[in-house]
């Protein structure tokens, strides 16, 4: 599927790799990780705001995940540490963090993590149930007011 993919972008527009070209218009800039974590603790310092939730949501889905480290399979181990990492290598510069959050709150073995689950403890239901619907409230209210949330 892939290889006639570009085949056809080949073939037609005569760039077979028009489609990951393409992708230096969105701004986006290889970059290690940690790079991209530490913009995104300066931008939500200076600017608070969507910055400052952006960050917020994808470390507690960083803490969420190597507090479930220890109880994970490998594989669930890698599913969580690249679903949280592979955005991080590719960010935009004004915003680095943008749509990672959406990314993060999929990510399941974080949220294990958070709620105690399979670690030998557990956090009281009612304050995980609290937390999580607290910030789906705050969430919608910022997405129904047409606010530019991830």
Request: hydrophobic share 55%; no cysteine; glycine share 10%.
């Given at each position: 599927?892939?290889?006639?993919?570009?085949?056809?972008?080949?073939?037609?527009?005569?760039?077979?790799?028009?489609?990951?070209?393409?992708q230096?218009?969105?701004?986006?800039?290889?970059?290690?990780?940690?790079?991209?974590?530490?913009?995104?603790?300066?931008?939500?310092?200076?600017?608070?705001?969507?910055?400052?939730?952006?960050?917020?949501?994808?470390?507690?889905?960083?803490?969420?995940?190597?507090?479930?480290?220890?109880?994970?399979?490998?594989?669930?181990?890698?599913?969580?540490?690249?679903?949280?990492?592979?955005p991080?290598?590719?960010?935009?510069?004004?915003?680095?963090?943008?749509?990672?959050?959406?990314?993060?709150?999929?990510?399941?073995?974080?949220?294990?993590?958070?709620?105690?689950?399979?670690?030998?403890?557990?956090?009281?239901?009612?304050?995980?149930?609290?937390?999580?619907?607290?910030?789906?409230?705050?969430?919608?209210?910022?997405?129904?007011?047409?606010?530019?949330?991830?």
């Amino acid at each position: 599927g892939p290889l006639g993919w570009f085949a056809w972008w080949g073939l037609v527009h005569g760039n077979w790799l028009a489609p990951l070209d393409a992708q230096r218009y969105w701004g986006r800039e290889l970059q290690p990780p940690w790079v991209s974590l530490g913009r995104a603790v300066e931008l939500a310092w200076s600017f608070q705001s969507y910055w400052l939730l952006d960050l917020l949501i994808v470390s507690l889905a960083i803490a969420g995940l190597s507090l479930a480290i220890p109880g994970l399979r490998p594989s669930e181990t890698t599913y969580g540490a690249l679903s949280l990492l592979l955005p991080l290598f590719d960010p935009i510069w004004d915003r680095p963090l943008l749509s990672v959050p959406r990314f993060a709150v999929v990510v399941f073995p974080a949220l294990w993590g958070l709620s105690g689950a399979g670690l030998g403890r557990k956090l009281p239901e009612p304050l995980v149930i609290s937390v999580l619907a607290a910030g789906w409230a705050i969430s919608v209210v910022l997405f129904v007011n047409w606010r530019h949330l991830f």
